[in-house]
């Protein structure tokens, strides 16, 4: 049967308002502590079965300094902006040939996705393999500094 009204209006004013004798929901007691209370002690069958992991050390922190970061382009960026980068004059003509140095553009790291429609010498700290592949085939030069 669907009720009209919630069961609460009906038990208003009654003394434990359905929940038994009075003393049964007295405070944090009742339920042996508040939040994580007694995980190691008496609610530690709880803690085994619903968070194992609670206690202990997992896994390890790497230490910062061995974490490199990089900070990469894509061959398709540099193409599309060499003619912004040489009006910039970030990019310079040299014998011909464009030279650009990522490193001015905050970058430390090229990479392959696109490709380039003009001979450019890129100078950065380092290449991905098919970045390299893609310069050469273009004419140009992948130079490590």
């Known amino acids: 049967m669907i009720r009209k009204t919630k069961k609460i209006r009906k038990q208003r004013g009654s003394r434990s308002v359905g929940g038994g004798c009075t003393k049964k929901r007295r405070g944090a007691g009742h339920r042996g502590g508040r939040g994580q209370a007694g995980g190691n002690k008496h609610h530690w069958t709880w803690m085994v079965i619903n968070d194992p992991k609670h206690f202990g050390k997992y ?70 393999q098919s970045a390299i592949s893609k310069i050469e085939d273009a004419g140009g030069i992948a130079e490590i500094i």
């Open 59 to 128: 896994g390890f922190k790497r230490p910062q300094k061995t974490i490199q970061q990089f900070k990469p382009i894509n061959l398709s960026v540099i193409d599309n902006n060499i003619e912004k980068l040489l009006a910039d004059e970030i990019a310079v003509k040299e014998d011909g040939q464009i030279v650009l140095d990522v490193t001015q553009l905050g970058y430390n790291k090229v990479l392959g996705k696109g490709s380039l429609s003009t001979a450019i010498t890129i100078k950065a700290p380092k290449f991905s």
